[in-house]
């Protein structure tokens, strides 16, 4: 497979006729210069998500397209879909999107025009000063900027988002990058370990949109002990490697 699309799905029956109207079309157009993988993540649904989309996908049928349905009996968390979505691909450059299309579908061809040779990883950054935000309630981007702010200060300036799951990696990053978390910090400590194992980053400025269907599932109090947690241990990284920069430098 040249190309895996890893789809994470938590109660979206609202949104496969979406996906079928919008990301479907984007999967033809790449699959006529690629093979096309596509992974449906369904991690504890209860509303009968897989069995709308596999109804939907039955309607695809072309050589270079393949689908792929996971499935977790329980509800493990947005990482723990990740997880599974990364153990089944098969693409060399993987692709990781929203099911409910904050990141508009179509914009994976401008994803994937970022990932140039010597970039491993391009992440989408509303925060950038070319991105944007339209009709997103306050509290997500308080939470989601305010993070983002953080890890600027703690690990690198010049990436302005770190919570964005809209993401192309190269393979090496799918197989060598660990990260622990099954909630959503997970998005993060990926692209944060991707840049201290000296992976080199690039963002892509997108728009960030506001759900149409469906409602978000992000336990707000939740994520963000994991990111203070996370920064934390962050901090404490940084300040074990400043006494051997300065040993080294000395």
């Given at each position: 497979?040249?190309?895996?699309?890893?789809?994470?799905?938590?109660?979206?029956?609202?949104?496969?006729?979406?996906?079928?109207?919008?990301?479907?079309?984007?999967?033809?157009?790449?699959?006529?210069?690629?093979?096309?993988?596509?992974?449906?993540?369904?991690?504890?649904?209860?509303?009968?998500?897989?069995?709308?989309?596999?109804?939907?996908?039955?309607?695809?049928?072309?050589?270079?397209?393949?689908?792929?349905?996971?499935?977790?009996?329980?509800?493990?968390?947005?990482?723990?879909?990740?997880?599974?979505?990364?153990?089944?691909?098969?693409?060399?450059?993987?692709?990781?999107?929203?099911?409910?299309?904050?990141?508009?579908?179509?914009?994976?061809?401008?994803?994937?025009?970022?990932?140039?040779?010597?970039?491993?990883?391009?992440?989408?950054?509303?925060?950038?000063?070319?991105?944007?935000?339209?009709?997103?309630?306050?509290?997500?981007?308080?939470?989601?900027?305010?993070?983002?702010?953080?890890?600027?200060?703690?690990?690198?300036?010049?990436?302005?988002?770190?919570?964005?799951?809209?993401?192309?990696?190269?393979?090496?990053?799918?197989?060598?990058?660990?990260?622990?978390?099954?909630?959503?910090?997970?998005?993060?400590?990926?692209?944060?370990?991707s840049m201290l194992m000296g992976y080199h980053?690039?963002?892509?400025?997108?728009?960030?949109?506001?759900?149409?269907?469906?409602?978000?599932?992000?336990?707000?109090?939740?994520?963000?002990?994991?990111?203070?947690?996370?920064?934390?241990?962050?901090?404490?990284?940084?300040?074990?490697?400043?006494?051997?920069?300065?040993?080294?430098?000395?």
């Open positions: 497979m040249d190309l895996t699309i890893i789809i994470p799905c938590y109660n979206e029956v609202e949104n496969v006729p979406k996906i079928k109207k919008e990301l479907f079309p984007v999967i033809y157009k790449l699959a006529e210069k690629r093979s096309v993988e596509v992974v449906f993540v369904d991690y504890g649904c209860s509303d009968g998500t897989l069995e709308a989309l596999k109804e939907v996908c039955d309607e695809v049928a072309h050589p270079s397209i393949s689908i792929c349905y996971k499935e977790h009996g329980t509800n493990r968390g947005l990482g723990a879909a990740i997880r599974t979505g990364f153990a089944a691909a098969h693409g060399d450059i993987v692709v990781t999107t929203d099911s409910d299309g904050t990141y508009r579908f179509e914009e994976i061809f401008a994803l994937l025009d970022c990932l140039k040779p010597g970039i491993d990883l391009v992440t989408a950054s509303p925060y950038h000063p070319k991105g944007g935000v339209v009709n997103v309630p306050g509290y997500r981007l308080v939470l989601s900027k305010g993070s983002s702010l953080l890890y600027r200060l703690l690990l690198n300036w010049k990436i302005h988002t770190y919570t964005a799951l809209f993401r192309a990696y190269r393979r090496k990053i799918v197989e060598k990058v660990p990260f622990q978390s099954d909630g959503f910090l997970a998005g993060t400590e990926i692209l944060v370990n980053v690039a963002e892509y400025p997108a728009v960030l949109y506001s759900r149409v269907a469906g409602v978000s599932k992000a336990k707000i109090m939740r994520t963000i002990r994991a990111h203070l947690r996370f920064q934390w241990h962050l901090v404490l990284y940084r300040l074990r490697l400043s006494p051997m920069i300065h040993g080294t430098s000395s």
